[in-house]
């Protein structure tokens, strides 16, 4: 049993059994007779952890990387006035677009310094009014490509972060902005595109032998993650097969979301109301769970805004005014808290986790917010 925080208490049956170690955070519990347990995991100034599970004989039952969340958290502002936000590949850096009387700017947060800098306003693009309708990093966050539109025509720019001052240059139009590509996506410097013949290409490289049959005014998404090629058609899911060169239809139900675990393992899917996770492959220490298993994670009634995976285990989502944490692990029921001290809500929200630093971000009502600390170490 591995648990995060440190030096947790383990009861079963409601009698202390154990403390996790200082070091590592883990337990093994040996000698136990065979049946049902429950489980229960609490430290002081967190929500606990309960499960009942059956104890086999000759049989080891896992319960891995269980976290417990802290019960309250401290938000802080980072910045106001902003429209959005878009982090960096590394997570350390974000790009905010403020708004005042004179119209936008871009500005550059350094998390690691808490420091934010002036990258360009509106003007320095055009005199005559812009909207900033796409910004993408570069892989290595020393750099972005902003999508614009001025007059009605759409312009693009490249702009330097780790020049004094910032350098903004006319960029050419990409290449998958033609009219002949249905749908395009970047993914480690790589461009996947799907022209309208239903041809699949990576960069230059045509990777499919029989093309995807092309609906008109059908809405298509690609989605790459790390060994998957996924194409999204209505509410149609597709997974491309190297070994066939071609699609193959994967999931046939409403998704709004396609999200990989952190592990390339598991599959988010999220429509209005439902959260799903997809195995990809077995999970090894829960032999029932084989790949392409659908199970269901929780159902509301209110519209679920967006869901994102905080590790392997646990998913953050939220509603119109509620920030839930649930774990994936459906053996009894599922682990979920409503994290506290939100700033007050009045309105949409939008969040974001950050790896990096364990915060989750948070805007709303044009103020950006970090959580603090959410896993402890």
């Not at 955070?25 to 430290?43: A, F, T």
């Not at 909207?131 to 009605?152: P, R, Y």
């Not at 998704?255 to 439902?274: Q, R």
């Amino acid at each position: 049993m591995k648990i995060l925080p440190k030096q947790a208490e383990i009861y079963l049956d409601g009698e202390l059994e154990e403390k996790t170690d200082f070091f590592f955070g883990s337990v093994l519990i040996e000698n136990l007779l065979p049946k049902k347990y429950q489980i229960k995991v609490v430290k002081e100034g967190y929500f606990p952890w309960e499960k009942t599970l059956e104890i086999k004989e000759k049989e080891v039952t896992e319960v891995k990387n269980i976290v417990l969340f802290p019960e309250n958290l401290n938000f802080n502002i980072i910045s106001q006035g902003v429209e959005k936000f878009w982090f960096s590949p590394n997570q350390r850096r974000i790009i905010l677009q403020e708004l005042d009387e004179t119209g936008w700017s871009l500005k550059l947060y350094d998390l690691d310094k808490s420091v934010k800098s002036h990258l360009i306003n509106e003007t320095n693009i055009s005199k005559k009014g812009v909207d900033l309708i796409g910004l993408e990093f570069s892989e290595n966050s020393k750099e972005v490509s902003l999508k614009t539109a001025i007059a009605e025509q759409i312009k693009y720019f490249s702009l330097t972060l780790d020049k004094t001052p910032p350098t903004l240059t006319e960029a050419k139009q990409p290449a998958t902005s033609s009219e002949d590509i249905i749908v395009s996506k970047k993914f480690n410097n790589d461009t996947y595109y799907l022209d309208n013949t239903g041809h699949l290409f990576k960069n230059e490289e045509r990777l499919d032998e029989k093309p995807f049959p092309i609906q008109t005014e059908t809405e298509y998404t690609l989605e790459i993650f790390p060994n998957f090629v996924f194409l999204k058609e209505g509410n149609t899911l597709y997974r491309f097969n190297p070994g066939l060169k071609s699609f193959e239809k994967f999931f046939d139900g409403e998704i709004k979301t396609l999200k990989i675990s952190p592990d390339s393992e598991k599959l988010l899917l999220l429509s209005n109301y439902e959260i799903c996770v997809l195995f990809l492959k077995d999970k090894l220490d829960q032999p029932q769970r084989k790949a392409g298993e659908k199970i269901l994670i929780s159902r509301l009634s209110e519209k679920i805004m967006d869901c994102l995976w905080v590790n392997p285990d646990y998913l953050i989502f939220n509603t119109q005014d509620k920030i839930r944490i649930i774990e994936i692990d459906d053996r009894d029921r599922i682990n979920v808290i409503e994290i506290k001290n939100l700033p007050q809500i009045t309105g949409e929200m939008e969040i974001f986790w950050n790896e990096t630093d364990k915060n989750l971000y948070l805007l709303q009502q044009e103020i950006l917010y970090a959580s603090g600390v959410l896993i402890p170490g």
